[in-house]
């Protein structure tokens, strides 16, 4: 099953996340809505302050995501970077605290106007910079997220600029792709702050470990290197078979659990969550909200059958 859905029914919801006509028809869908919540808690600032309230209050770490990608439109990314400056203006009503900061910012450089053509990455790096200067004002991290695979050399190139501002900044890395080992040596050795995940998009064969045996090997091999590296790993991920290898790849490098942090989306593996949080472990959640949630939510259906199974049985239902 798992295969099959690796080869086949991945391929197409992430083909159809893809169609502008199917977008809107989600949308418009009251049942969509209701399923999307499981994975977006809402879609104003108040209602990520309040996630961020719950979540602190059960002694996790937060990451809040401002939905948005592919902006083609400079006013929109404009618009984007309010947003995350209101949001960490907010910030300051919760508690700080050092060397890791529990409240974090994550972000799109599409969001913020990487994809708008010849400028498109300057842009990109300004916007990201003034919100890197409003975080670092207010005690908050930012991690930059790891979108397809053509925007890796403008992501890390521009994330190495802004490091040399902001040397806290983090990035994700995507362990299916098969630059990521020699990526993570880099990052490893320059001390930097590192969200490695499984990758969530598409990839061809040519540049992409494709297969679900093959990516949880080569996340293993990244994790490896960014533990013994003098940076801060972030382990992204909800895998048991990653989450349970942890303890020995951090006692194998001399790491305590501060030297590190679990890292899982919010609505995905609650419990597992909590459990590792009351174990001691430093665990953040990545709590995304917005209108845009289109995009974000079919990579949640595309990764796991139990999310698309969900997600079907609420659509058989709709109307009892
Ligand atoms: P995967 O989805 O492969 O699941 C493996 C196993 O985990 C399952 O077989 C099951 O046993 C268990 N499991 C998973 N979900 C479960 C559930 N709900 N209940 C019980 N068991 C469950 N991607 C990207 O391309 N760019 C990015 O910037 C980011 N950013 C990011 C941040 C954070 C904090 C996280 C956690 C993830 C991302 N991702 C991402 C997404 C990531 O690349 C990946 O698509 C998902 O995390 C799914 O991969 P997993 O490693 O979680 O395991």
Redesign the pocket.
């Known amino acids: 099953m798992a295969g099959v859905f690796a080869s086949t029914i991945r391929p197409a919801i992430m083909a159809a996340s893809r169609r502008p006509g199917l977008r809107r028809a989600a949308e418009g869908l009251p049942v969509t809505r209701r399923v999307v919540h499981r994975f977006v808690p809402g879609e104003t600032v108040d209602s990520a302050l309040d996630s961020v309230a719950a979540l602190r209050s059960s002694g996790r770490l937060v ?1 809040v995501d401002y939905l948005g990608e592919d902006v083609t439109d400079p006013a929109d990314a404009d618009a984007a970077v309010r947003v995350y400056l209101d949001l960490i203006g907010h910030f300051a009503r919760f508690d700080g605290g050092t060397p890791v900061r529990p409240l974090e910012v994550s972000l799109k450089l599409s969001a913020l106007g990487q994809s708008m053509g010849r400028d498109g990455e300057k842009v990109a790096r300004e916007n990201a910079h003034a919100i890197c200067e409003a975080a670092q004002r207010a005690g908050v991290w930012v991690t930059v ?3 397809d695979h053509t925007t890796t050399d403008s992501t890390l190139a521009i994330v190495g600029d802004l490091r040399a501002d902001f040397p806290w900044l983090g990035v ?1 890395l ?1 362990a299916y792709l098969r630059r990521t080992l020699a990526d993570c040596e880099e990052f490893a050795a320059a001390g930097a702050r590192i ?1 490695l ?5 598409d990839e061809p064969a040519a540049v992409a470990h494709r297969e ?1 045996g093959a990516v949880t090997q080569a996340y293993l091999r990244c994790l490896r290197v960014l533990m013994a590296g003098s940076g801060y790993p972030m382990v ?5 078979a ?1 989450v349970e290898a942890v303890p020995a790849l951090a006692r194998e490098s001399g790491r305590s659990v501060a030297d590190f942090e679990y ?3 919010y609505g ?2 609650d419990l597992e969550q909590r459990r590792l949080a009351e174990a001691g472990n430093q665990v953040r959640v ?1 709590v995304p909200f917005g209108t845009q949630w289109y995009g974000y939510f079919m ?1 949640r259906l595309a ?2 059958p ?1 999310n698309l199974t969900f997600f079907l049985r609420a659509l058989a239902q709709r109307g009892h």
Do not use: N, T, V
Request: positive net charge.
């Open positions: 990451s997220d790891a979108e994700a995507q969200r995940c499984k990758g969530a998009y679900p992204a991920s909800h895998d048991p990653i890292q899982m989306l995905i593996r990545y990579r990764e796991r139990a």
